[in-house]
T-cell receptor, first 111, second 117 residues
Framework: DAKTTQPPSMDCAEGRAANLPCNHS???????VYWYRQIHSQGPQYIIH???NNETNEMASLIITEDRKSSTLILPHATLRDTAVYYC????????????FGAGTRLFVKA | ETGVTQSPTHLIKTRGQQVTLRCSSQ?????VSWYQQALGQGPQFIFQ???????GRGNFPPRFSGLQFPNYSSELNVNALELDDSALYLC????????????????FGPGTRLLVL
């Protein structure tokens, strides 16, 4: 019952911006969009999250469309160490709140 | 600040056995969530504990159970292990237990890799 869809894989040249898209067309008004990444089956690493405004931190930028049905994670200058599976997720209420992961996008950063 | 830790890192069990996995939450966090990640798939939510009570559960059978202790550490117990239980088990801690609503960042541990033979 994943609520997000992402392309299964993407390539990016080292030093270029990586733009990872995500569709979440059924998102509700109070559901946040989160991005995590996972390297070599380690625990997922938090990147960024947002509700409806664009967000930026030291790792990435998050662009959310006005209708909130899609978003894009931007890694401004991708490095080889950014090669990972990137998950776009929404948090939904289930007693407390649970996080639903989809299959993610495998990003390959190439030299 | 201490991050999320899990033990053991790897475990091998046989079908029908029982297993207990452990998680220590990040300093200051009062909520722990557990996830199962099969090979090649995204993590699947098992359940969440907040102040020693379960306050959210995914689509997992009752043989998956948990505990949270007063120091907010947690255990995941799986009874009657099946081959399909082989997976990476992840725990994530956060602050709020749902009180802060969906804006509650979770921080994940390195996981325990379970193999059921």
């Amino acid at each position: 019952d994943a609520k997000t869809t992402q392309p299964p894989s993407m390539d990016c040249a080292e030093g270029r911006a990586a733009n990872l898209p995500c569709n979440h067309s059924t998102i509700s008004g109070n559901e946040y969009v989160y991005w995590y990444r996972q390297i070599h089956s380690q625990g997922p690493q938090y990147i960024i999250h947002g509700l409806k405004n664009n967000e930026t931190n030291e790792m990435a930028s998050l662009i959310i469309t006005e209708d909130r049905k899609s978003s894009t994670l931007i890694l401004p200058h991708a490095t080889l160490r950014d090669t990972a599976v990137y998950y776009c997720i929404v948090r939904v209420k289930a007693g407390g709140f649970k996080t639903i992961f989809g299959a993610g996008t495998r990003l390959f950063v190439k030299a | 600040e201490t991050g999320v830790t899990q033990s053991p890192t790897h475990l091998i069990k046989t079908r029908g056995q029982q297993v207990t996995l452990r998680c220590s939450s990040q300093s200051g966090h009062n909520t722990v969530s557990w996830y199962q990640q099969a090979l090649g798939q995204g993590p699947q939510f098992i359940f969440q504990y907040y102040r020693e009570e379960e306050n959210g559960r995914g689509n997992f059978p009752p043989r998956f159970s948990g505990l949270q202790f007063p120091n907010y550490s947690s255990e995941l117990n799986v009874n009657a292990l099946e081959l399909d239980d082989s997976a990476l088990y992840l725990c994530a801690s956060s602050l709020g237990g749902g009180d802060r609503g969906p804006q509650e960042t979770q921080y994940f541990g390195p996981g325990t890799r379970l193999l059921v033979l």
